[in-house]
């Protein structure tokens, strides 16, 4: 029996140690020691999602850095430049939401437990204990009479209590939303969001600019694929063709890229498409557009769906 | 069933205290739940910030100046591919109700002269009045979040509307034409 016992009480620590760690972790600060870094890392990014000011790469998270710069040199508490930013965004923009009342409970129910388990271990204490401590009524054999029921609730009550913390520490941690410091703002990967965005508007041709703006500081192929097929959707076939001849050269067979540059060529050299299209249905006879081609290839009208097809030039709807 | 034989009071009997205990965390962790309503976060209305300064062409600028007047604030840059296409329904705005007191001003966020001087040109737009604004921090005065964003400041100098992307015709004729009357 004894060994259960350390077991739970090595298990009760254990868990003790991971709340007061999830504790500090969410709670405490995250020890900036330059004031501007400490108040741009107390403010929200208005352009992103669950990022701070300090680090956000985006142009307008730039600029507030500048102000909290500023306002640090000229003087200012941190308060007063977080109540400047609030003034003008919201409360949002706080990372921490100023704290309330309901916080108190964040610490109140952890002391509970702590109280919880220490009149557990008191109780068990004292049902191990001889006679000298235990009234004679509990003196029960082997230690199986009500204290050692008692205490054994009071213990279960204790566990329970303390796995209670830790889910309310957890939903509570997440729910403060602190900026994950390891995963900076990708700036290629914004411009392919916001491109993506744009194409599901329609607006191809701002959808390409962005590609292109993303291949500046990411050439990769996949990218350029994505910006050939834009560029064909916006009406710029030779744009289309070239940026897909520009894939082909590294990997000829690239199934995309001969889709894209067949279809830009029924509008720059028509005579050279089927072939090209041919070749794009003999590399990848399974892709989502392959239908949509054959049935281009054999002269029928397109049509228009859910396929990564782009919507040839002349076909309307 | 205490070890005394004096029945303990129910808060002290172990599964209601666990329950309580349960209880208060859940409670916690749901009144942890964020409350900010995203709709007060911040006000289209009040009056507007300052903005004065240098032109992009050596004029000045100043919204102060331009009480009295219905003025359109569109935050723009020329690395902003949705800020080109709306430029020039904006210019055309101002043209059709210039006689009617509508002056629009644009705020040049993170940009060089020559690439927003290319953009004017580009989208036809080069009688614009352009606030630089290279660092951002005029922008961030007045609560912008990206670009574009477009302001109506009207005849009292505060700000009636705000439109966060791109304006639609729509939105300047439902935002614009109320305050024309009022001059």
Known sequence: MRWRRVLGALVLVALLAGAGTALVRSTGPAGRPDPVEAVAASLRCPACQGESVVDSRSPIAASMRQVVADQVAQGRSPDEIRRWFVQRYGEEVLADPPARGVFLLLWAVPVLVLLGVGYA??????????????PPAAAGPAGSGPPGRTARRAWWAASLGLVATMASVAVAARQLDRPAPAAPADPVAVAVRLAQDLEQQQRYAAAAQMYGEALRDRPDDALR????????????????????????????????????????????????????????????????????????????????????????????? | MSRSGIPRPWWRRPPVAAALTLALAVGAALALRPTSDPATGDAASGPAPALAGTTLDGGRFDLADARGQVVLVN?????????????????????????????????DVRDGPEAVRALLKETGTTGLVVLPDPDGTRSVDWGVRGVPETFVVDR?????????????????????????GAA
């Open chain 1, 121 to 134: 271990a008191v109780r068990t204490a004292r049902s191990r204990g001889g006679p000298a401590t235990c």
């Open chain 2, 75 to 107: 935050v723009f840059a020329s690395w902003c591919g949705p800020c080109r296409d709306e430029l020039p329904l904006l210019a055309e705005a101002e043209r059709r109700w210039s006689d009617r007191g509508v002056r629009l001003v644009g705020l």
């Open chain 1, 225 to 317: 694929l994505r910006l050939a097929f834009a560029l064909l959707r916006s009406g710029d076939a030779a744009g289309a063709e070239r940026t897909s001849r520009d894939v082909l050269t590294r990997s000829p067979d690239s199934p995309d890229g001969l889709l894209v540059l067949g279809l830009a060529q029924r509008g720059t050299r028509p005579a050279d498409a089927p072939g090209t299209l041919r070749q794009f249905l003999a590399v990848a006879p399974e892709h989502p557009a392959a239908v949509e081609i054959r049935r281009l290839l054999a002269g029928a009208p397109p049509t228009v769906g859910g396929t990564p097809t782009p919507r040839p030039a002349g076909a309307t709807g």
């Open chain 2, 156 to 180: 009292q100098g505060r700000i009636v509307a705000r439109q966060r992307g791109v304006v639609t015709a729509r939105w300047l004729e439902q935002q614009v034409t109320p305050l024309l």
